[in-house]
């Protein structure tokens, strides 16, 4: 059985655009949402610091 990171990263792009179409489709049909406006940024860096601590650094080929 294939461990979970390696699932995880297969399936990553998929999973980045299933959060996308969500996140829409929730913030057209739930009232309020653009309060949550101030978590988008923190969100994405949050992201983004994930995927950079896949990348080794003692080796950047």
Sequence with gaps: ???L??????HEAGI???SVVLATLVSQVVPGT???EVGIN???ALMLFV???QVPLS???
């Design 42 to 44: 923190p969100a994405i």
């Design 51 to 53: 995927t950079v601590l």
């Design 1 to 3: 059985m294939r461990n």
């Design 16 to 18: 980045y655009f299933g």
């Design 5 to 10: 990171r390696e699932t995880l990263e297969e």
């Design 34 to 36: 653009p309060e949550l």
């Design 59 to 61: 080796d950047p080929r």
